[in-house]
């Protein structure tokens, strides 16, 4: 059984556990440790396919990850990494894999749309070396601008935005994916080795072709989806499944339900 | 016994503790102040019995990692909950406007209403800015009995004029109960008036709902939360915080909903779980944490204080 469970951190509507996937996190982990299933990396999941646990995934990489913040509607608020680092006491292999955007540009745009909702600096990256020093977090590649529906420019050659299937050539992949992995590792000083699809848009082309053959060249190991279900040994590596909090489970019955499926379908 | 002249040391250290030090600091400008508390809280003496049984417990349940950071912070918090005692009836709407901010869903005009809040942070300045709003809490007191009596001079005078300073922050008097404070709430409500109660509370009441805070099992009791739906109460939950940083004094409304008290509890149990996760050191109830975290401790038998 091997589940990937992702959260963002930017889904606060209430402080309550369904409300928020902070409040999520913080339940799930005491939840996992409870049920004595182990949580590990995406390295040690991915390691071998007859390993058998969870591993956490936060994708957009906001300051909420990193930092504890003031929101306008909701005061004072922790980090998700204060949170982990409270969950670490019983799951000594905790560590999250954090999917971030690189392009500061883009971060600059889509902090100034979300500006009234979370307050300013919400897209900075200044959490970002705290955070994968702290041993709980590391940084990976989620594209060079999301290809957002709220940039005026993306890096796609025709400038097509809001999807990532339009990714589909060798130059929009190098702009959205190899940039993005050197921007990373530059800042982080440790290379991404896993990416995950913005909008959990699989493209055929980057899954099937430029994954594939350029993926290793640039120290990526495997991709990730947001198709709803455990992964299987036959995956292929540039896609595997991951559920996401809020839409997938919001209670500790459907996180059961979840790994009791992973469990009985013997994956 | 004590000697004579271990117990003069001690009353002088209430004095500065409780009186001297808060009224001089109220005094200065609120960004000296909160700067003079941080580099107090460096000196290990302050508060010395209540963080000494602090530390014991966190260390004993394991929930914080730097003990020396957290009493720290735990020192610079109380200096700053002891002088916003004094502060808060001394400031008016100009620092409310320019030093508290409210979050979170907005509040009626009119009672019934019961707020229900933790014992994180420092709660007084709710009680300025909800008065600010026209909703004058009642605040149920147990009366000052013989307890009191036997601690200290400077202890009991200190309470005794604590509560005169909340009154006054409220803008109306305690409202004192020898019995039953439910039963004063339940009365107060019914008449449209508004409450105020923390629920963050030892209780050994048999329909205590369990909760989780920071993943420590524990029990809170549900009776404000019958109280308040069954006179049709708007029923808020409210946390308030210092922004240690910046000096913000923050105070965030949270209707609840959910239709059951049990569900209520739990929310509020989450609302108490973002403070807690934030700034454990926030919490005053570390001292008395064996009445909430049974093991590894062995809890003593506590009357149930909720409402």
Known sequence: MRVILTYHATRLQRLTREGSDLLSLHADLEWLADQGIAVMSLDELLADSRRAGVAITFDDG?????????????GLLPSMLQVLTHAKRRLPGLCVSNFVIASPQARTVLATHLRAEFGA???????WTSAHASGLM?????????????????????????????????????????????????????????????????????????????????????????????????????????????????????????????????? | MQRPYRKWKRQLRELVELFLLPVAATLLPWRWSLRLFRWLSRWQGWYREEIALSIAHVRALGVVENIDEFARRLRWRLLVEHMDCFLVPMRGRRYLQRWVQAHGDPLPERGPVLFIGTHHGCGYWFLPYVKSQRLRPNIVAPRLGPLLSRSSLQGNLYVRLRHKLIAFAAGRPLVYKGGSAGEAIRQMLSEGEV???????????????????????????????????????????????????????????????????????????????????????????WSIAPSFFPLPFAAPERPDTCA
């Open chain 1, 62 to 74: 906001s300051r909420l990850d990193g930092f504890p913040h003031l929101h306008p509607g909701l």
């Open chain 1, 138 to 267: 590391q940084l990976e590649n989620h594209s060079w601008d999301h290809n957002h529906p709220l940039l005026q420019h993306s890096v796609q050659r025709d400038n097509q935005r809001g999807n990532f299937l339009v990714i589909d050539s060798a130059e929009d992949a190098e702009a959205e994916i190899a940039v993005a992995s050197d921007v990373i590792g530059h800042a982080t000083g440790r290379r991404p080795r896993y990416f995950a699809y913005p909008f959990g848009d699989v493209s055929p082309y980057l899954r099937d072709v430029w994954l594939p053959t350029r993926g290793a060249a640039i120290g990526l190991r495997a991709a990730f989806s947001t198709e709803p279900r455990a992964i299987h040994p036959d995956d292929t590596a540039w896609a595997l499944p991951r559920f996401v909090c809020g839409r997938d489970w919001v209670s500790d019955k459907q996180l059961a339900a979840i790994i009791q499926h992973a469990r009985l379908s013997g994956v």
């Open chain 1, 121 to 127: 600096s919400l897209m900075d990256s200044d959490w």
């Open chain 2, 195 to 285: 409450c105020f109660g923390l629920c963050d509370m030892p209780t050994n009441r048999p329909d205590a709902v369990p909760v989780r805070l920071l993943g420590l099992s524990t029990q809170l009791a549900q009776n404000m939360f019958e109280i308040g739906l069954q006179t049709g109460a708007a029923i808020y939950l409210f946390s308030s915080d210092t922004d240690l940083h910046t000096g913000m004094r923050h105070v965030h409304f949270q209707r609840a909903n959910g239709g059951s008290p049990e569900a209520m509890v739990r929310q509020f149990a989450d609302l108490l779980n973002v403070s807690l996760l934030r700034d454990p050191a926030g919490w005053r109830f």
